[in-house]
């Protein structure tokens, strides 16, 4: 696993919640290169699960992934 996702599962996850304000930062850093990696939404699948509570918007950026990835 490479060391991003270390760091940034335990940035989403500190608090075991998934704020606005972090999803707003995922999905500059995803979308910083205009693609999206099957690792990248394997990612945000996993912090989701993990996370105790997300807001709305994170299902938001999964499915902007999945649709840029597909395209």
Known sequence: MAEWRK???AFA?????IS???VDI???ALFVDNKISRSEI???NEIKEEAKTSVKLLD????DCEKKRSS
């Not at 996850?13 to 919640?17: F, I, K, S, T, Y």
């Not at 938001?60 to 499915?63: F, M, Q, S």
């Open 7 to 9: 760091v940034a599962k």
């Open 42 to 44: 394997d990612f945000l």
């Open 60 to 63: 938001v950026l999964i499915e």
């Open 20 to 22: 606005e304000r972090e």
């Open 13 to 17: 996850l500190a608090d075991n919640h």
């Open 26 to 28: 995922l999905r500059e």
